[in-house]
């Protein structure tokens, strides 16, 4: 494993292995590293020659400082589990300096109203800071391919559109959603959960699963969403911020069965907000 913490120097090495005629396969993420990363990883290391994790806490992407100031970092063990990954990795780390130039312009990106719905229309700003900072890395980076977790749809959504506009030589891969054993979505913030609220979390997939079955028995949508807010609130840690119904080729929302529906959900465990989807 190689670590690099400058642009200049990320750039120098990626440089040599295009010229080598390598392919090379990135892996942005925000560290606290677990299975679902290491997932994206591993299909990285299947496509490509050369794989690039990143680790960078992004703080554009989060419009309240207490969830930023709160977010897990755990660089030492992110490294040890990078190192112990079959193949070799680069990991960059760069710090905010390197990623947000002082006097660098800040650019409003066309997110196609995909930052409207959902997670976009709770959190203000989220994805424009997202689209900045994964489109920042893409310039610096070029890779071939760049993967990113389907447990985060809209954002897989939103990146698909931005590298369909600007960076249309990047193919972008969706990976499955890792699960815990008892079906939690693997998630950084998963850490952050106390006792009691990781008891109760598999509630969230739990209902998921019970609302696409109840719809394909012939439910409505509007009795199902009832349904999941009284049972997933049933448990005393848990409280549900949205359940929706989405067309996933452009999340449109609907209120009816589509071939084409993904169910998804934002429930707050105290503070921590856990966000999970399934298609219908
Ligand atoms: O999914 C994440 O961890 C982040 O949103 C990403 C894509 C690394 C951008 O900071």
Wanted: hydrophobic share 40%; with cysteine.
């Amino acid at each position: 494993m190689t670590i690099v913490t400058n642009k200049a120097e990320l750039q120098a090495k990626l440089n040599i292995h295009r010229e080598s005629g390598l392919t090379i396969g990135f892996v942005p993420t925000m560290g606290a590293l677990h299975d679902g990363h290491m997932a994206l990883v591993r299909m990285a290391n299947r496509q490509c020659d050369v794989v690039l994790v990143s680790i960078f806490v992004n703080p554009t992407q989060f419009n309240n400082p207490h969830d930023l100031s709160n977010y897990p970092r755990q660089i030492d063990a992110d490294i040890a589990l990078l190192s112990g990954n079959a193949s070799e990795v680069i990991v960059f780390l760069p710090e905010v300096e390197e990623m947000y130039p002082p006097n660098e312009q800040v650019i409003q990106y066309d997110l196609n109203g995909f930052d409207l719905v959902m997670e976009g229309e709770k959190r203000p700003g989220h994805f424009q800071g997202v689209a900045a900072v994964v489109d920042r890395f893409f310039k610096m980076v070029g890779p071939c391919k760049a993967y990113f977790g389907e447990k985060d749809f809209q954002q897989l959504t939103i990146i698909r559109h931005i590298a369909q506009l600007y960076h249309s030589e990047i193919s972008i891969v969706g990976v499955t959603t890792r699960r815990e054993a008892d079906g939690l979505a693997m998630s950084s913030r998963n850490m952050l959960l106390t006792p009691e609220q990781r008891n109760d979390a598999p509630v969230i997939y739990e209902s998921l699963l019970r609302f696409v079955r109840n719809v394909h028995a012939g439910a409505s949508v509007r009795d199902c969403k009832n349904a999941f807010i009284e049972t997933v609130e049933q448990r005393r840690t848990m409280s549900v911020g949205y359940i929706e119904l989405a067309d996933e080729t452009d999340l449109s929302l609907v209120n009816h069965p589509i071939d084409t529906g993904r169910l998804f959900t934002a429930v707050y465990a105290g503070n921590v907000r856990l966000i999970d989807n399934v298609a219908l």
